[in-house]
């Protein structure tokens, strides 16, 4: 599963430690003995009454003698169980647990150990909830999808529903006369009735897989079709979407050639289906040979789409594609370790896509994700990689940034370590080993240190088992070594947690001469360096080592002299972090940031430049007061209004980097309100608005943000324009974007329209917590749009899925004082939101954060600023 765009990319994930007792968390399991070898379910959907019923059996196996079979069951009512083996066949009585989401099945004789059939009918319900199996709708109609990661199978089948539990599926739909479905395999026969009406659907049988992978979808989709490797390829949608199809297929098309390759192993399924759903909670799910996406992340104008809106769509199929092999071919033992398929998946996404469009920055993605990550992981409160989680709650808060960007992070730094080659080679060994079954964090090591020779191991097992972010802290280098000390690094520790934690990692230095990589260990203080060795010294060669780096004054100036001329695009990114990561600890001077930042003003990459923007947007809205505000509004216009103007207008032809470039430097203009970008941009925003979309535009890039910038301080007129916008489902790209620029809007009465609109039920449920979490990190709407939730909470709850309402959660971490702390505190204490306890203690560090490096860096950012002011 990946998490949808606006959160990976906008909204940090959110994690920490929840410490319950084991004897409640393991009662959520299931008891063992009893193995599912496979199902057969025919499932019937009534879509316009939003109910289903199914006939299932399941062969299973008993390791022993029993009167009693238990499985999970959620929201399903039973009409009739029989368990039956070569002895015969007996009536089950059935038993409900609902709060462990459980069924028992009881016999009057002894079920013998070995094989039993269990014959199951029920009913059940098409949710509103996003989860299970449940309604997505359109105006013109209904669909019935699922959503099953990672505890909701059991609401649309009853199921061993744990990752080890896997099982061979037979499926039939029976549905209208003028529907179609899609499931994980090839249909094999398409008859009709039984009902008059109706015509049932069967597939082939699947492979063995865990019960969150199965999919079923019924209603009109139409496909683009194509092929590779022999393995048919669709996109499918609505069927007024079908024209925005055509993009995805020829990302999977390159992506699954890449990754048959690359793994060694051929794309396990007869073939691949992507259906983007209107009602999707995630950004996508990687169902075995049946991914669903959120339209945003699946639909895009193969011809007039942004570059921005292309590299989503292909970085997501890459991710869901990846999971084929990770995850569902070979799945995690339990959701502990989901870092095995989504780290895994995280690492991988920009492989194949940056080889397939070397053009579009993806190292550079690469790099300002990593430098996210470190900054969400250097927190207070965080989580170890692989953590414990029993109930479906806890299960849901480990699809985090840890699980994601710290595990896709940590394997990165591995492989950049043995080397492409001989990492891939331990990947393939290590899948080919696990084939159709499960397997733990140490099955994956070992195999990497069986195939490299390499203490892989240890180091894994040194940033699996312990949370938080090394710091290297070097000195100046004599007698051909480095001296180097180590401990954990905090953005801010008001709890005043140790720091003497040590890691075994590898290092990979950038000197004049050619990269070196060692592995320093917690006994060592010093590393070797090439008697080559001259001015430059720069501590993360390639930006894929996990952790910050502190270098003495004369190292810093040398580096940072030299770094347009001597570091790539992805170093200059992580060496802006490391400076910024040390300026919020408290260990480095506001003033000697923006001075680098000032000295990179004119570095050629937009990637580079969109990191300096998210600095410089922080400090703004969090450590400046309205003095300040203004005075460092007055410096980015002087620094950076020249080399605005002196990359031009827009060109047919301007490259991604040249675009991105011109977007990110207005969107630094726009944030210090510069007169003349102002106004450029309302004039750009008014002609997009005018010609009804701006996807024919010279440079979609700038338009965006030129909209973005309009909104700022736009009048209801404008307003009007953008609503409109967000209420048009035509192209699901823009009308997502307006949905966003609604919330940017600062003007009083119209942040009341927005979250009135969005808390009304006429904004999917699925997007509604975006506006409202955009207008919480916003300086200028935050304080109107915290009122407004505390003063009319049932409605802003109304809205909130399962997983929805903890990034409102999180998004509230954006105040920066002890008073805002206590009340957020207080709120959430007595209005309880689903899975967010975690996020919460991550949202009130964030504050603490804030307060902290507030009250050490804003005199010198005063005083800085005054000194610019005179000059």
């Known amino acids: 599963m990946v998490l949808n765009a606006v959160l990976r990319r906008t909204l940090v994930a959110l994690s920490a430690f929840v410490f319950t007792s084991a004897s409640a968390l393991y009662a959520q399991r299931l008891p063992q003995g009893v193995h599912p070898e496979h199902y057969s379910l025919v499932l019937t959907p009534d879509l316009k009454a939003a109910t289903f019923t199914g006939e299932e059996t399941i062969d299973v196996t008993l390791d022993q003698p029993a009167t009693a079979i238990t499985l999970n069951a959620s929201e399903i009512k039973f009409s009739s169980v029989k368990i039956s083996t070569g002895s015969g066949e007996q009536t089950a009585s059935v038993s409900l647990d609902a709060a ?52 909701d199978a059991r609401r649309a089948y009853p199921s061993f529903d744990e990752p080890a539990l896997k099982a061979t599926y037979d499926i039939a739909m029976v ?3 003028g529907d179609n479905a899609i499931s994980n395999t090839q249909v094999v026969s398409d008859t009709p009735g039984p009902i008059a009406g109706k015509h049932t659907v069967k597939f082939a049988t699947t492979p063995k897989m865990s019960t969150y992978l199965v999919a079923f979808l019924v209603g009109d989709f139409k496909c683009t079709s194509g092929k590779a490797d022999g393995v048919p390829i669709r996109a499918c949608s609505t069927p007024d979407k ?121 190292p550079e993605d690469d790099a300002d994700d990593m430098d996210k990550t470190l900054n969400l992981d250097a927190q207070a409160t965080t989580r170890t990689i692989r953590a414990k989680a029993e109930t479906p709650e806890e299960i849901n808060e480990m699809f985090d940034g840890i699980a994601y960007g710290k595990a896709g992070a940590v394997l990165g730094m591995m492989e950049n370590y043995l080397g492409e080659e001989v990492f891939r080679q331990g990947v393939h060994n290590y899948l080919a080993a696990h084939l159709y079954a499960n397997a733990t964090a140490e099955d994956f090591w070992n195999a990497q240190t069986a195939t490299s020779h390499q203490p892989v191991d240890v180091m894994m097992k040194s940033f699996v ?147 300096l923007t998210v600095k410089l947007a922080w400090i703004d809205s969090h450590l400046a007061n309205e003095e300040d505000r203004k005075l460092l509004a007055s410096s980015l216009q002087h620094e950076f209004g020249p080399v605005y103007a002196a990359l031009g207008r827009p060109r047919r032809g301007d490259s991604y980097e040249r675009q991105e470039l011109r977007a990110q430097l207005m969107d630094i203009l726009g944030m210090a309100k510069d007169p003349a970008v102002m106004a450029e941009a309302r004039k750009i925003a008014d002609e997009s608005y005018a010609s009804g979309s701006h996807r024919d535009d010279l440079d979609p890039m700038l338009t965006d943000k030129a909209v973005r910038i309009a909104a700022a301080s736009g009048d209801a007129a404008f307003y009007e324009k953008v609503l409109a916008a967000s209420k048009n489902p035509a192209d699901p790209g823009s009308q997502h974007d307006a949905l966003i620029t609604l919330a940017l809007f600062t003007d009083p009465a119209l942040v ?42 049932e409605k802003v709850h109304a809205q909130f899925t399962t997983n929805s309402g903890s990034r409102v959660v999180g998004a509230a971490g954006s105040f920066c004082s002890a008073e805002k702390h206590d009340e957020v505190a207080t709120f959430f204490a007595s209005h309880k939101v689903d899975a967010a306890e975690r996020t919460l203690a991550k949202a009130l560090d964030n504050i603490n954060d804030c307060v902290q490096v507030r009250a050490a860096q804003q005199p010198a950012l005063h005083q800085w600023l005054m000194s610019q002011a005179k000059q």
Request: aromatic share 12%.
């Open 242 to 362: 079908v024209g925005m199809t055509k993009f995805a297929v020829e990302s999977a098309e390159y992506i699954l050639s890449y990754y048959n390759k690359y793994f060694g192993i051929k794309y396990p399924m007869p073939k691949l289906d992507m259906i983007a759903l209107p009602d999707f909670e995630a950004g996508a799910m990687e169902n075995f040979g049946c991914i669903t996406y959120r339209e945003t992340d699946l639909l895009v104008d193969a011809k007039k789409g942004s570059i921005p809106a292309k590299k989503r769509v292909a970085i997501v199929v890459a991710h869901e594609m990846a999971h084929q092999w990770f995850g569902d071919m070979v799945t995690m033992q339990w959701w502990d370790n989901i870092w095995l398929n989504e780290g895994f998946a995280s690492w991988m996404e920009s492989k194949p896509v940056a080889k397939w469009k070397p053009e579009w920055s993806f």
């Open 175 to 177: 549905i209208d006369a």
């Open 465 to 611: 088992t312990q949370p938080g972010v090394p710091l290297l802290i070097f000195s100046q280098a004599a007698s051909g070594s480095v001296p180097v000390a180590q401990q954990r690094f905090f953005l801010s520790n008001p709890r005043q947690t140790s720091t003497a934690q040590q890691w075994s990692l590898p290092v990979c230095l950038k000197t004049d001469g050619q990269p070196s990589c060692h592995v320093l260990t917690p006994e060592e203080n010093s590393i070797t360096i090439p008697a080559t060795t001259g001015s430059l010294f720069y501590a993360n060669a390639r930006a894929k080592g996990y952790y910050r780096t502190a270098y003495s004054s004369d190292q810093l100036r040398a580096v940072s002299a030299q770094a347009e001329t001597a570091l790539s695009a992805p170093e200059r990114i992580g060496l802006l972090g490391d400076q910024w990561a040390l300026v919020r600890s408290g260990n480095g001077s506001i003033g000697d940031y923006l001075n680098l930042m000032a000295a990179m003003k004119n570095d050629p990459s937009g990637s580079v430049m969109g990191s």
């Open 752 to 793: 009341t329209r927005t979250l009135d609109y969005v808390t009304s039920g006429a904004v999917r449920n699925q997007d509604s917590w975006i506006p409202i979490s955009v207008m919480l990190l916003n300086v200028e709407t935050r304080e109107q749009t915290w009122t407004y939730i505390q003063n009319n909470w």
């Open 100 to 151: 462990k989401e459980q069924a028992t099945f009881t016999v009057a004789n002894p079920i013998p150990a070995g094989k039993a059939t269990l014959t199951i009918g029920y009913t059940g319900i098409l949710n509103d909830k996003l989860r299970g199996f449940y309604l997505s709708k359109t105006k013109a109609r209904n669909y019935a999808v699922t959503q099953f990661e990672p505890t």
